[in-house]
Structures are given as structure tokens and as C-alpha cells.
């Protein structure tokens, strides 16, 4: 590797959330002391706890052959970089991504859960050289609920085409224009440092 630029998924989600993370970030190097929030720390605690119990269980009923755990990758092809819970290899030849959330199903999937595994699922691509189609979420706040997520090719180039927006951001330094949603700013780590 030569040390190119990559982001992660979870960068694309606070892209996602609000465009100026990615500035605030990535060209001004403010970090966002996320680590100390308590759904941070109970997230990464469920995902070791995941990581360490039965790792020789395969999910049968969804035809899962075989599957790897907390599986690093990274593509400079891609400019993505991120590790995945699990790896699931299907009986139809095909890979999907598994990721836990510390958090409830309320019936509507968050748009930025969908992005993480459509990200996940161009590395898996990438690196197993089989296709993803799907992934699924388990919501461990919702007695560990399982909801399969159909990934499209026209979400993969709509992924990639975010890609593009943050790494033109972060090459320009672009200030670009805050979120619609208002209320989002009420919860923002940058709030004090933002112009509104």
C-alpha cells in the first residue's frame, strides 16, 4: 500500500448526518471525543462480546456456509477502509455483511445503517471477489433482531458517488453547506464552532 487517503464507513455516516463533520474532521483535524458518549462505548463493547461468543455459530436459516469475524479491509482502489463483524458466506455463492447495532428496530431502518453495510459490501466485493446483493443488521437493543437489507448496484454507485463528495471536501478543504435538518445541530459536538 502507499499510504493513500481512505475514509470509513462511519465517516460517511457523519457525512451523512451533516456534511461539515467531514471539514470540521478531516482538513481542520477536530476530533469529536465520540469515545466518551455512552452509546459509543456500549456499541464497541457489544461488538467484543459478538466478536468472542460462539464464533462457530452459523445463521443455517439464512444459508450461511461459513463466516469470518471483525474482518479488516482496505481498498485505495475504493477509498474505503473499515472492518465488518461478520462475513457471511452464503450457499448461493454469494457474501453478505453482518453488522450489530446498539439500538432498536423500530420498523424504519435508519438510511445511514444502510450506507455502512452498502460500503462494507464494495470492500467485501472487493476482497473475496464474490457479489453482495445483502447484508443485515442485528439490533441487539430489539432482542438481537435480525433485518435483512437488499444492496442494489444503483446503491453501490450512489455509495461510490458519496465517496467522491467527501474526498472533494477533504482534497479542496470545502466549508460545505450544514444539514436542512436544524435539529440535528442541537446534538452536534461542533455546534459551539459551527457557523450556522
Do not use: W
Not at 98 to 106: G, I, Q, S
Not at 144 to 160: A, F, P, R
Amino acid at each position: 500500500m502507499t499510504g493513500a487517503i481512505t475514509i470509513t464507513p462511519s465517516e460517511i455516516i457523519e457525512y451523512n448526518y451533516c456534511p461539515r463533520f467531514i471539514y470540521f474532521m478531516k482538513c481542520l483535524e477536530i476530533e469529536q471525543n465520540e469515545d466518551k458518549r455512552f452509546k459509543v462505548i456500549k456499541g464497541r463493547e457489544i461488538h467484543e462480546d459478538k466478536s468472542t461468543i460462539n464464533q462457530a455459530y452459523l445463521r443455517k436459516k439464512l444459508g450461511v456456509v461459513d463466516k469470518k469475524t471483525n474482518v479488516y479491509m482496505l481498498s485505495e482502489k475504493l477509498r474505503l477502509r473499515g472492518e465488518v463483524d461478520e462475513v457471511l458466506f452464503l450457499n448461493d455463492d454469494t457474501v453478505a455483511p453482518l453488522d450489530y447495532k446498539y439500538a432498536e428496530f423500530n420498523e424504519k431502518m435508519f438510511k445511514t445503517h444502510k450506507y455502512q453495510l452498502i460500503h462494507y459490501a464494495l470492500l467485501i466485493e472487493e476482497k473475496f471477489q464474490k457479489p453482495v446483493n445483502r447484508g443485515f443488521i442485528c439490533y441487539t437493543r430489539s432482542s438481537n433482531y435480525l433485518h435483512e437489507v437488499s444492496i442494489t448496484t444503483e446503491d453501490k454507485q450512489e455509495s461510490l458517488r458519496i465517496v467522491s463528495e467527501v474526498f472533494d471536501i477533504i482534497i479542496n478543504e470545502t466549508f460545505p453547506k450544514a444539514t436542512k435538518t436544524k435539529a440535528k445541530c442541537d446534538d452536534c459536538c461542533y455546534r459551539n464552532i459551527c457557523i450556522k
